[in-house]
């Protein structure tokens, strides 16, 4: 399947078995694995049912979704190191984790992301351009949420949490059977609004998943400095089930992810997924990880690679024929152009623009000020003018 | 034209938006069966239900950050942070979220918000109970906040809060809940003196003496004493304090040529600072002498037994009447 840039969600996915299927939830424990590192499929009596419909066509575009969103990455990156981005925070190792769970998700579910989520609005349909500006410093936002029912990306941790909290309960209001999901990351769940969001999830029983995305690392804090026990052992308190899911096997955050959302939309209560991933490169762009990460566990889990899995599985099923490989190279070639061209091609917001849309109504007080700044800018021009005189 | 007390000013506007408007929710602490610590909402939830007045965790980030995804969902929320000195566990979400969304997406993403705060002091409580935390908001852009200072004001204003499209800080105060006045419930909320406008509440000629939310009872008896001194007092009922409505101010000080403000809240930093700075800008050669202020003062709120001396009374706002107007005062003598 192809990704169309203009449309919203062409990658929704028939979703699981529906409301007749058993929720298999567990609390912490066992790592749910579909596929192993080294892409064998692993039979799961419970879970193999939620992607029972994932064929071989939509493995290879799970395949194509990952590499691209990689590519984005990658190419995004170098947009920073050449002064075309003013910041970038990688992805890089978490592609099964930003894809399986968001090719779960159905048009009309809504996602509240961290800053990290740049794949996840991809596959809902934001724009190559919408996903550079605000790294740009063009914006100080992407797409329209509204367009494609995902909010901007989120830069105060855990924060999120809570507004897809309250969507979900605006969701039960209107008594629509839309799912709600939040991302964030292991140091989000220290967070106090992340737990009081856990509070609230459970108190209303609100259509809301929280998507842990555990890379390891908080910047430089280790994910042991934030919990000594899994984290997904910690919605139990809650009374929130919990599924702890390989955050680099596409198929078990797919599964996983549908569990969730199924739950959510036949009144089922929030879920807590853990994904357990890891981030490959730094912070952001910004960041140095060789000054507090040992390069041996670097190593270890690039052999748990999220993309090199799924390839060695497409591989062991004959599906990645030269054809794939080439139609996949070819969509991530223009992709990476595409985001290159309307970075670099993508016009200065206006002096004056940064007095808009504070608020809703004109507010005298800044209008005042954008008067007097404008008449400050202007003075320059009339002293050209004198100048020239 | 009912006699309503300020709370129950407060509890017609409400139930006046709940009816109007099914995107309008409540919630906060305690608000559902006990009606608010301060009855604000009696019997709202029983009339409205649970899934329109919800009492929610006791968590106030946990109020905002939500009442933020239930406008995100296109709904209206109105929270009660259940004390002014209870609303900084929600600072974050308040200012960084609230107040900020509507700039972060240019527009695409609306925060009609309320947040109602029992604000003040003055009725003998113990720490975190009495404060005026209001120029934390103030300072804060994307947010409005008014300061409402009698029965009618509070019906209509809370009403007007709710329909803005932007989010609002409400401070009510707390000591003057239980005081009554007259309240037209037919007022027709277009024609109402908008939300951001100040009024003009006690015309006079020699002094103008601004004042907000509890103080403006205050501000106005003093007025009535400095009358039978033969002192005019105009005394401007500021009502929203963010944005400030200067036009008024301005014109006010323009006449008088003297200007006296006072807030319970401490005064560095606090609105009177931003106030006497603004109009000494705008009318410098209309003033006769520098701006007063008769605040709090820069300490925490104190312990009830002392708090009548650090809360600004009649006699503290006589006492900055007449330095503005050069007669002898408490300072008189005293340089700087």
């Known amino acids: 399947m192809l990704t169309d840039q203009a449309g919203k969600g062409v990658h929704n996915d028939t979703p699981g078995p529906g409301q007749s299927a058993q929720n298999p939830l567990r609390t912490g424990g066992d790592l749910l694995q ?86 996840v609005a991809y596959v809902r349909g934001a724009h190559l351009s919408e996903i550079a500006r605000v790294w740009r410093g063009n914006a100080s936002y992407g797409w329209d949420p509204q367009r494609i029912n995902l909010a901007t990306p989120q830069i105060i941790i855990g924060s999120q949490s809570l507004h897809a909290t309250g969507y979900a309960m605006g969701v039960q209001l209107d008594g629509a059977n839309t799912a709600v999901l939040a991302y964030f990351g292991d140091g989000a769940t220290s967070e106090g609004d992340v737990n009081e969001a856990m509070v609230f999830a459970a108190s209303y029983q609100a259509p809301v998943v929280f998507f842990c995305q555990n890379n390891h690392w908080a910047i430089s804090e280790p994910v042991r400095l934030q919990s000594h026990v899994q984290l997904a052992d910690r919605p139990t308190g809650f009374g929130i089930p919990s599924i702890r899911v390989d955050g680099n096997d596409v198929l078990a955050v797919m599964a996983a992810t549908r569990v969730a959302l199924d739950r959510a939309r036949s009144g089922g209560g929030p879920t807590f997924i853990e994904a357990v991933t890891y981030r490959m490169g730094p912070h952001t762009t910004a960041d140095d990880p060789t000054r507090y990460r040992d390069p041996i566990e670097l190593e270890d889990w690039a052999a748990k690679d999220p993309i090199l899995r799924l390839r060695k599985l497409l591989e062991a099923k004959g599906l990645l024929t030269e054809d794939v490989e080439a139609r996949v190279k070819a969509k991530a070639d223009a992709v990476a152009a595409e985001l290159r061209s309307s970075c670099i091609g993508m016009a200065d917001p206006q002096p004056l623009d940064v007095f808009n849309h504070v608020y809703s109504t004109p507010n005298p007080w800044i209008e005042r000020q954008k008067d007097h700044y404008s008449r400050y800018l202007n003075s320059f021009n009339e002293s050209v003018e004198e100048g020239a005189l | 034209m009912s006699k309503l007390t300020f709370a129950r000013a407060i509890n017609a506007g409400l139930r006046k938006s709940l009816e109007n408007d099914p995107k309008v929710v409540l919630m906060g602490e305690d608000i559902g069966s006990l009606g608010g610590v301060f009855r604000v909402t009696d019997g709202l939830q029983k009339d409205f239900g649970k899934h329109r007045v919800i009492d929610s965790p006791l968590a106030e980030s946990g109020i905002i950050g939500t009442a933020v995804g239930l406008a995100y969902r296109g709904y209206r929320p109105v929270c009660e942070i259940q004390f002014d000195g209870f609303i900084y566990p929600a600072f974050d979400q308040i200012v960084s979220q609230v107040a900020k969304m509507h700039y972060r997406t240019q527009g695409r993403v609306k925060m009609p918000i309320t947040i109602r705060v029992p604000f003040g002091g003055g009725i003998g409580s113990p720490e975190h109970h009495s404060e005026s935390p209001e120029a934390y908001f103030t300072h804060t852009s994307g947010l409005r906040v008014v300061a409402v200072s009698n029965p009618q004001d509070a019906y209509t204003m809370i009403q007007q809060a709710i329909a803005s499209d932007d989010p609002v800080l409400y401070f009510e105060p707390k000591r003057r809940y239980h005081d009554k006045g007259d309240v037209d419930e037919a007022i027709d909320l277009s024609t109402a003196l908008p939300l951001d406008k100040a009024a003009v509440v006690n015309g006079g000629s020699d002094v103008t003496l601004v004042a907000y939310g509890p103080l403006v009872k205050t501000a106005k008896d003093a007025a009535m004493a400095a009358a039978d001194d033969g ?106």
């Open chain 1, 34 to 119: 579909l596929v192993s590192p080294d892409g064998e499929r692993i039979s799961h009596p419970e879970f193999d049912v939620w992607v029972k419909d994932v064929g071989d066509e939509a493995l290879c575009s799970l395949y194509e979704d990952m590499t691209v969103i990689r590519r984005i990455d990658a190419e995004a990156t170098a947009l920073q190191r050449q002064g075309e981005l003013a910041l970038w925070p990688p992805l890089l190792g978490q592609e099964a984790s930003q894809i399986g769970s968001s090719r779960s998700l159905r048009d009309d579910d809504f996602v509240f992301p961290s800053y990290r989520e740049s794949g």
């Open chain 2, 231 to 336: 002192i005019s007092v105009e005394v401007i009922d500021l009502r929203s304090l963010a944005p400030v409505d200067y036009p008024v101010v301005e014109a006010s000080v323009r006449k008088t040529g003297r200007l006296v403000i006072t807030h319970e809240a401490g005064q560095s930093g606090g609105l009177g600072a931003e106030i006497a700075a603004s109009i000494t800008e705008r009318c410098f050669h209309y003033l006769e002498s520098a701006p007063v202020r008769i605040t709090g003062f820069d300490v925490p709120y104190p312990y009830s037994k002392l708090e009548m001396h650090h809360l600004p009374d009649l006699d503290r706002i006589l006492d900055g009447v007449d330095r503005a107007l050069g007669r002898p005062n408490s300072l008189s003598g005293l340089e700087g």
